[in-house]
C-alpha cells in the first residue's frame, strides 16, 4: 500500500518569492510520482512527474521538484511565484493505484 | 471538445432526486475513473473501468451506480443521495491502467445534495 503526507496544508507566500512545497511517500513498492495542481472551480492538470531517470523533474509553468529515495520525499519547487500561482497542489503516489494526499494551497500575495 | 468533459458542471438535488453526470473523454484512452473531492480530505477513489469493464469499486455506496457503454463515456447515476454526499465530483482518463500513465482529469461537477 502507499501512502502520502503533504506536510503544509497551506503556504502563503509574496509574489516573486520561491516557494517549496512539501511531499512525502510511503510505499512497499515502486512508485511513480506526480504533482497536479487544481485552479479554483477546475479540475486537476499535470505539472510533472518522475518515473525513472534524472532525479530532478522540470514541468510546466516553471516548477520543478526533486526525488529523493532516501528520504522518500519528492518537494515541488519554483524560484519565483506569480498571483496566478494561487491554487491547490497535490502529489500523488502510484503503485497499484494512485494515491492522493490532502493537498496544500499556495497562497501568492502581492 | 478537447480533453475531458463533464456535465453539468453544477447540480443541485434533492435526496428522492434521481441524476445523473457524465463524463467524455476525447483522448482515445481506455481507462476510467471517478473521484470524490470532498473539503478538507484527500480526493477519494471511487471507480476504475478499464476497456469498458469495472476493475475497481472502493466500497462506493449502492445510490452510486456507475456505467461505462464505450471507452469514451462514463456515467454516475445517482438516486436517493444523502447531504454527505454533497462534493466535488472528478472523471479522469489515462491510456490504460498501466502505472506510469498519467491520468487526465475533467473539472469536474460540484454537487449539492439537498
Known amino acids: ?110 | 471538445e478537447t480533453g475531458v468533459t463533464q456535465t453539468p458542471r453544477h447540480l443541485v438535488m434533492g435526496m428522492t432526486n434521481k441524476k445523473s453526470l457524465k463524463c467524455e473523454q476525447h483522448l482515445g484512452h481506455n481507462a476510467m475513473y471517478w473521484y470524490k473531492q470532498s473539503a478538507k480530505k484527500p480526493l477519494e477513489l471511487m471507480f476504475v473501468y478499464n476497456f469498458k469493464e469495472q476493475t475497481e469499486n472502493n466500497s462506493v455506496p449502492s445510490r452510486f451506480s456507475p456505467e461505462c457503454p464505450n471507452s469514451s463515456h462514463l456515467f454516475l447515476h445517482l438516486h436517493t443521495l444523502q447531504p454527505e454526499d454533497s462534493a466535488l465530483y472528478l472523471c479522469a482518463s489515462s491510456q490504460d491502467r498501466t502505472e506510469y500513465n498519467e491520468q487526465f482529469f475533467g473539472p469536474g461537477t460540484r454537487l449539492t445534495v439537498l
Not at chain 1, 2 to 23: G, H, I, K
Not at chain 1, 73 to 83: A, C, D, N, T
Open chain 1, 1 to 110: 500500500a502507499q501512502s502520502v503526507t503533504q506536510l503544509d496544508s497551506q503556504v502563503p507566500v509574496f509574489e516573486e518569492a520561491p516557494v517549496e512545497l512539501r511531499c512525502n511517500y510511503s510505499s512497499s513498492v515502486s512508485v511513480y510520482l506526480f504533482w497536479y495542481v487544481q485552479y479554483p472551480n477546475q479540475g486537476l492538470q499535470l505539472l510533472l512527474k518522475y518515473l525513472s531517470g534524472s532525479t530532478l523533474v522540470k514541468g510546466i509553468n516553471g516548477f520543478e521538484a526533486e526525488f529523493n529515495k532516501s528520504q522518500t520525499s519528492f518537494h515541488l519547487r519554483k524560484p519565483s511565484v506569480h498571483i496566478s500561482d494561487t491554487a491547490e497542489y497535490f502529489c500523488p503516489v502510484k503503485g497499484n493505484k494512485l494515491v492522493f494526499g490532502a493537498g496544500t494551497i499556495l497562497r501568492v500575495k502581492s
